[in-house]
C-alpha cells in the first residue's frame, strides 16, 4: 500500500493522539515530559507492580453481542480478520510508537493499519504496531437517548474501575462551536489487562452524539527489552525524532 494511504489512515486512526501525546498528565502521568528515556523505562516498572498489586478491582472484558475485543487485542492481523474479514483500507509506515509509563517514550516501530467494516458498527480501525494489534478504535457504538460514556463502554462489554478524566479539546470540532468530550482512563483507572498487556482507554463524542462516539483501546504497557532497545532521542521541543517516510 502506498505511503501517501498510510499517511492518511495515521491520521485518521489517531485524531487526537498527537494532542494527547503532548500531554503530560495522559495516562495518569505525573513526571516531566521532557524527562530523559532511561528514567521513563524505570518509572515503567512501578507502574507494572501497582498495576498488579493484590485487592485493587481490575478493568473487565466481557460477552456482549456487538464485538469481542479480548479476541483482537495483541492479535496479528490473520487471527483478527478471521472475526472481522478484509480491510476495506489498509497503510503502512515506519515512524514512532508512544507508551506513558508513566512519563512518555517514544521508541521506533512499525504501523500497519487498517479499517474494517462492521455491520453494527460505522468502522473498526486497528493499528498494528510491530504486528500485534495494539490501538484498536471502535467508532459509532450503538445507543439511545444521551451519550454516556460508561453506557458506551458497556456496549462493549468493558467495565473500567477508575474515573476517567474529562476534558475538551479545542479545535477538534468540524465547525465553530462543536464540542468534543474526550474522557480517558491511565494504566491505573482502567487496569485493563488482556494476554498480559496494560491499556489505556479513550471515549469521545461529538456534541454528545452516539453517531459520533469513538473507544479507543491503547496498548501501554512497560516497555519490553526490545522496545527500550528502540528508545528514540527527544528534541528539543519534547518531541521524538521521527524516521522518514
Not at 56 to 79: R, V
Not at 93 to 111: A, G, T, W
Not at 202 to 231: C, F, G, H, Y
Amino acid at each position: 500500500m502506498n505511503r501517501r494511504l498510510g499517511s492518511i489512515l495515521l491520521m485518521a486512526l489517531l485524531p487526537l493522539a498527537c494532542e494527547v501525546e503532548k500531554d503530560p498528565g495522559a495516562g495518569n502521568a505525573k513526571g516531566d515530559a521532557k524527562g530523559d528515556a532511561k528514567g521513563d523505562v524505570k518509572e515503567s516498572d512501578q507502574v507494572a507492580a501497582k498495576a498488579t498489586k493484590a485487592g485493587k478491582p481490575l478493568g473487565q472484558l466481557s460477552a456482549n453481542e456487538i464485538l469481542d475485543l479480548g479476541k483482537l487485542l495483541g492479535q496479528g492481523p490473520a487471527s483478527v480478520e478471521v472475526l472481522l474479514g478484509q480491510p476495506v483500507e489498509a497503510g503502512t509506515r515506519e515512524s514512532s510508537c508512544v507508551r506513558f509509563v508513566p512519563s512518555r517514550v517514544f521508541f521506533k516501530c512499525k504501523h500497519d493499519i487498517r479499517r474494517y467494516d462492521h455491520p453494527k458498527l460505522e468502522r473498526v480501525v486497528i493499528d498494528y504496531q510491530d504486528g500485534k494489534a495494539a490501538e484498536v478504535q471502535v467508532i459509532g457504538i450503538p445507543g439511545q437517548g444521551d451519550f454516556e460514556p460508561r453506557a458506551a463502554l458497556a456496549a462493549l462489554g468493558i467495565s473500567l474501575p477508575g474515573e476517567p478524566h474529562h476534558r475538551n479539546p479545542s479545535g477538534m470540532g468540524d465547525k465553530e462551536g462543536v464540542v468534543v468530550d474526550v474522557w480517558e482512563w491511565g494504566n491505573d483507572g482502567a487496569r485493563l489487562r488482556v494476554a498480559g498487556q496494560e491499556y489505556r482507554v479513550r471515549v469521545s463524542s461529538v456534541a454528545m452524539q452516539w453517531s459520533t462516539s469513538k473507544i479507543e483501546l491503547l496498548d501501554n504497557s512497560p516497555l519490553s527489552a526490545d522496545q527500550q532497545a528502540r528508545i528514540m532521542p527527544m528534541r528539543g521541543s519534547g518531541e521524538a525524532v521521527s524516521s522518514p517516510l
